[in-house]
Nanobody
Framework: QVDLVESGGGLVQAGGSLRLSCAAS????????MGWYRQAPGKQRELVAD???????NYVDSVKGRFTISRDNAKNTVYLQMNSLKPEDTAIYSC????????????WGQGTQVTVSS
């Protein structure tokens, strides 16, 4: 069993910053990719950013240059630093971790609300 605890969401004005954290615990014998998805009302869920165990990152085009994903392998934690926030970034952000070696699966956090006011 793997548990993920997210923190850092909230309400911020456009142009502001937030930092999301997601700490994983449990049977974490091999954490592969970690990342963040988001889902806004009436829209499909989209991958915001992810990061491999080796530190390679991937971002959706709309957040490039504004968001930074990082991870602390010693703490089994992934972070999402969000700068220059826009109202269109408003969504529920959920973290995930991919765990396993021969076979792997994703585990999900409960989600945290990010609201950006104009």
């Amino acid at each position: 069993q793997v548990d993920l605890v997210e923190s850092g969401g909230g309400l911020v004005q456009a142009g502001g910053s937030l930092r999301l954290s997601c700490a994983a615990s449990g049977r974490l014998f091999s954490i592969n990719r970690m990342g963040w998805y988001r889902q806004a009302p009436g829209k499909q869920r989209e991958l915001v950013a992810d990061i491999t165990s080796g530190g390679m990152t991937n971002y959706v085009d709309s957040v490039k240059g504004r968001f930074t994903i990082s991870r602390d392998n010693a703490k089994n934690t992934v972070y999402l630093q969000m700068n220059s926030l826009k109202p269109e970034d408003t969504a529920i952000y959920s973290c995930y971790v991919n765990v396993g070696m021969v076979t792997s699966r994703n585990y999900w956090g409960q989600g945290t609300q990010v609201t950006v006011s104009s």
